[in-house]
């Protein structure tokens, strides 16, 4: 195999804004369902690790200079949409443009493209106060605002947009699940919340053409292959209702125009109205993929929408180990290349760039006796992130129109629900000094993007035998 990746294939790393930025109050910035959530009883730790997280409001420059250092050729984060309004519509908070846009020049001033993400899960309380979030349809709207009030403001700079992540993720753990902001736990909630995302995004794309000339277009989608538990056909068929509800749902009316049928089948269907399927399928430069596992799928007739219990996830008190990261997500790298079969065939191959594929593990920082410098043996991570970009390789060997691929994610961070526990960096943070540390995957990466070989020997740190 060709281990070669072009010259212009795009090697990045990416945040979030909540997941990274701290200072909650700062310069007129308004709360978030983040906010809201990490603040209720008994989140005292969630709260305090959110309100830091890395500091990087502060030391957003340090950040970038990080970036720079490892030679990544693009950075994806998010703009917090409470610090362009607070309270999620209305005119725009100076500030927070005038953050955004300094973050934006020093990306380019050190080569790095900037791709910033629209929403990532931090919606302005004030809408899911007012009218439900995104459960209502107003909040489309207003989303194409703040969309178009972005794109006028970096819009001279910035190329490269993605709408919104993970669309599926927001609505089924915050909406159906209640595990995140905006902690609601609602079968009827569910549906509804992924459509007007989907619509929001059709939305943005226009207003962010329409501001922006020459501007590329995505959306983050995350898929998480789902397979049978057991050899049955009560099992495929859990599998495949599964499949349609966690990643066909985001997938199918982006890139064709319709709902998975087993999607409208049931009782509960998604608002459609007239006009919706087509503003959601507009035509996009690019799909955004996240991926990190597979689950399995087992027949539960009374589980809502899947009738299906979904068990690949282990519980996360089992010790790591190679094939089990600190998340108790299970290593599988071949459902990687199952998707991208699935976006060549199904799909019609669009151009495709991973948006976020990484690992966590319980790294610590350690000293070397005879240099004195402090780093992190990461060799699983380095591993991982081996793995899938072989899987890449192959695929654009196979026919895959893939532009790029950004590690989730530049530095640790606080993740969601989990906290500063979880560590999916390339930069170590210690959030008691927030000292940051390049971790031996970070060099790696930074070899790699260098040779753009995969496996150059210049690229052996931190690789197993590190
Ligand atoms: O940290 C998250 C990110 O915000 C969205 N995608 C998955 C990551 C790891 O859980």
Known sequence: MDDRFSEDFIFGASSSAFQIEGALDRDGRGPSVWDDFVSRPGRERLRSDAATACDHYARWADDVAIAGELGLDAYRFSVSWPRIQPDGSGEPNRAGIDFYSRLVDALLERGVRPFPTLFHWDLPSALQRGSGGFRARDTVARFGDYAGIVARALGDRVKDWITINEPFEYACFGHLFGTHAPGVKNPLAYLPVVHHQLLAHGRAVSAIRSEAAGARVGIALSWTPVHPARDTEADARAAA??????????????????????????????????????????????????????????????????????????????????????????????????????????????????????????????????????????????????????????????????????????????????????????????????????????????????????????SGQGSEEA
């Not at 993929?289 to 597979?294: I, V």
């Open 241 to 458: 209702r599964t499949n349609a509800f966690m990643n066909g749902v985001s997938f199918d009316p982006i890139l064709l125009g319709r709902y998975p049928d087993l999607v409208t089948g049931g009782l509960l269907k998604p608002p459609v109205r007239d006009g919706d399927m087509e503003a959601i399928s507009t035509p996009i430069d690019f799909v955004g993929l996240n991926y990190y596992s597979r689950e399995r799928a087992r027949n539960a007739p009374l589980v809502p929408f899947i009738r299906a219990d979904v068990t690949g996830k282990e519980p996360r008190e089992l010790p790591e180990t190679d094939d089990r990261t600190a998340m108790g997500w299970e290593v599988y790298h071949d459902g990687l290349a199952e998707i991208l079969a699935e976006l060549r065939g199904r799909y019609g191959n669009p151009p495709v760039v991973v948006t976020e594929f990484g690992s966590a593990w319980s790294d610590e920082v350690e000293t070397d006796a005879a240099t004195g410098r402090a780093g992190v043996r990461d060799a699983r991570r380095v591993r991982y992130l081996r793995g899938q970009l072989a899987v890449m390789r192959s695929a654009i060997g196979a026919g895959s129109d893939l532009r790029g691929a950004f590690v989730w994610s530049l530095t640790d961070n606080f993740e969601w629900a989990e906290g500063n526990a979880k560590r999916f960096g390339l930069v170590h943070v210690d959030y008691g000094t927030q000292a940051r540390t390049v971790k031996d995957s970070g060099r790696w990466y930074s070899a790699l993007i260098a040779s753009r070989v995969l496996d150059a020997p210049s």
